[in-house]
Each structure stands twice: as structure tokens, then as C-alpha cells.
């Protein structure tokens, strides 16, 4: 089958599309959304399936208009993968929704399905994975070397609009105490420059790195001894909890529902509840190098189900199931 990303080449170029491309199908990007490009693609490429995912440039009232006016103008299946649930539910994705009017929705919060069903939407739960020919654990690389990193943007925009996110309460648990102890943290991502209202107090420039590219984020993964993993949501795991882990990094995360789902704590991952159990388990493990290494090495054997591959294979045959692909289509 060939399938088409409506996706310009950030970072959904990655995951997703080498999971199907696994299975034996031919996957591109389309670029930038732009009805000329997008058309001359169709024309040379005569895709099977179109997939449009996320929130980024290509997802603006028009593009979102045009993308289905091309599904309708080629008779080509829609789907789309909705990343962005529940937080931003009704303000994005049901206004998305009612313009791509998509043949089939996936969405990564389980409890969002019924609310897209109810609404006439077909609608099934697919979550993030990791994929081992990106999340790899490498050989540690001297400048990502830390004893505690994060790699996240810091979204204080976000914060200050959503004073009850849960991703709040995880820079509380996780970060704010490792400062205040004074422990040293290394932060690649986007505006942790701006993040002192929630942080209470200014990093040092030092300790801001650039943002990494997402296929060079395992590099750090694997440099550093403790990467802390934000959570977003009680009963989720958030992207990266999968891809640290999926690297071999030793992941200190958030104890929640989401995340026991995946990994065991003190087996798996650490998990911390508190403050208090933060400083604890980052004391405990920089002390403990072998400990580390065996929490990696289990780690990732426990979310090897959880790659692209697999959720590429069961799309699939949700798609066939409910009639939006074929036989024929798949190649079988």
C-alpha cells in the first residue's frame, strides 16, 4: 500500500510512518501543505491512504479545508491521528474535525473515543510507541553527558492558561526540588528561559541547551545518568516516556496510573508521588550505577510490545475491520 503524510517532515516523519514502512509499505511526506505541491504528489505518488496527524503549520482553518477537498477530489480514505486529546480536545481537535471530517479518527486519550464517537466520528484509541531504529540506546556521547537532564519544551504559555494541568504538578514533583537542592540539571527544549513563575527562580544559561533534534534526543537518553520525564495526564504516559525508555535511558517519571500501565517502579523506571521521594530516588540511583543499568536493560525489554510497528499493524486492521481500507489495499 502507499500512504501519503500530510506532514511537512518534523517530527512525524518519524515513529508512525517507519512502522508501516516495516510491514512492507511505501510511505512519503507530502511537504508543506500547499495545493499545487500536494496535487503534483497525488498525481506521481497515487497514494492509497492519506494520514494526517498532530497540531503544527500544516493544520491552519484552510489547510485543514483543503486536505479535504483532496481526500473528496482523489476518492482517497482519511485518517487522521489526534495527538493533542484531552487538553486540547475542544478548542482544536473538534473544530479540526468538523472541517477534515476524516474517514477514520485515532486519538492518543482512551477516554476521548466515546466523546469522538458520540459526535459521529469512527474512533479508535492508538498511543504513542517508539520505534528501535530511532530510539536506540547509543554509546554515551561526552557533551550530553549529565547527571540529570530533561529534554521537553517548558510550554509556560500553556501552564499559565491551564493553571490545573497536570504537567504542573509534575515540574513540582520533579523538578522544583532537585533546584532547590541544588542538584544541576541540563534542560533541551524550547522557553526554559521563561520559566520562573513556575519553577521559582531563573536557570542558569549554562544549563539551557538548544533544542535537540528529535532523531539525536537518544544521544542524550543514553549521556545521561537520570532523565526526568514530565507527565501530562494522571491516566496517560506521555511520547517521550516511551522514547526514553525505548532508548535505554533510566527514566525518573511521575507515579501515575499512565505510566504503571507501561513500567514497574524500581524495576522498570523510578517512580516519585512527592518532593520528598524525588530527591530520594535521584540520591539513591546517582550512588548506584548498577542499579541504574539493570532498571535501563528492564525498562526497555517492558515496552518492546509498544513500537510503531505494532501500532502501525493494528491501524491496519482497525481500518480494514470498519471498511476504510481493503485487502486489496494492504496487499493481501
Not at 527562580?201 to 537518544?218: E, H, M, Q, V
Not at 543499568?293 to 510497528?309: F, L, M, N, P
Request: charge should be positive.
Amino acid at each position: 500500500m502507499r500512504v501519503l503524510f500530510l506532514e511537512r517532515g518534523g517530527i512525524w516523519r518519524y515513529g508512525l510512518p517507519d512502522g508501516l514502512r516495516d510491514l512492507g509499505h511505501e510511505v512519503e511526506m507530502s511537504g508543506p501543505v500547499v495545493q499545487t505541491s500536494v496535487i503534483r504528489q497525488i498525481n506521481a505518488f497515487k497514494p492509497d491512504l492519506l494520514i494526517y496527524v498532530g497540531w503544527g503549520y500544516d493544520h491552519t482553518p484552510a489547510k485543514q479545508r483543503l486536505v479535504r477537498r483532496l481526500a473528496d477530489d482523489y476518492n482517497l480514505p482519511l485518517v487522521y491521528w489526534s495527538t493533542e486529546d484531552p487538553n486540547f480536545t475542544k478548542a482544536f481537535t473538534i473544530p479540526l474535525l468538523k472541517r477534515v471530517n476524516p474517514d477514520y479518527v485515532f486519538t492518543i486519550s482512551p477516554n476521548t473515543v466515546s466523546e469522538f464517537r458520540q459526535l459521529g466520528y469512527p474512533c479508535e484509541y492508538m498511543d504513542f510507541a517508539f520505534h528501535p531504529g530511532i530510539h536506540h540506546a547509543v554509546r554515551p556521547v561526552p557533551k550530553y553527558k549529565a547527571d540529570i537532564a530533561v529534554v521537553a519544551n517548558a510550554y509556560p504559555d500553556v501552564l499559565k492558561r491551564y493553571p490545573r494541568h497536570y504537567r504542573r504538578q509534575a515540574i513540582d514533583i520533579l523538578i522544583k526540588p532537585l533546584l532547590k537542592a541544588g542538584y544541576r540539571i541540563h534542560f533541551y527544549g524550547r522557553n526554559w528561559h521563561l520559566m520562573k513563575p513556575f519553577l521559582g527562580r531563573s536557570l542558569p544559561a549554562s544549563w539551557i541547551k538548544k533544542p535537540i533534534a528529535y532523531k539525536d534526543a537518544n544521544k542524550v537518553y543514553s549521556s545521561a545518568k537520570i532523565m526526568l520525564g514530565l507527565q501530562n495526564y494522571k491516566n496517560m504516559a506521555t511520547q517521550r516516556t516511551y522514547e526514553i525508555v525505548g532508548s535505554g535511558g533510566f527514566l525518573l517519571t511521575c507515579n501515575t496510573g499512565g505510566v504503571r500501565k507501561l513500567l514497574q517502579h524500581g524495576r522498570d523506571a523510578a517512580l516519585s508521588s512527592t518532593p520528598q521521594e524525588t530527591l530520594k530516588l535521584v540520591r539513591h540511583y546517582l550512588a548506584n550505577a548498577k542499579e541504574r543499568e539493570q532498571v535501563r536493560q528492564s525498562g526497555r525489554k517492558a515496552i518492546d510490545t509498544h513500537s510503531y510497528t505494532e501500532r502501525a499493524k493494528s491501524m491496519l486492521e482497525t481500518l480494514k475491520k470498519h471498511g476504510v481500507i481493503s485487502d486489496k489495499d494492504i496487499g493481501e
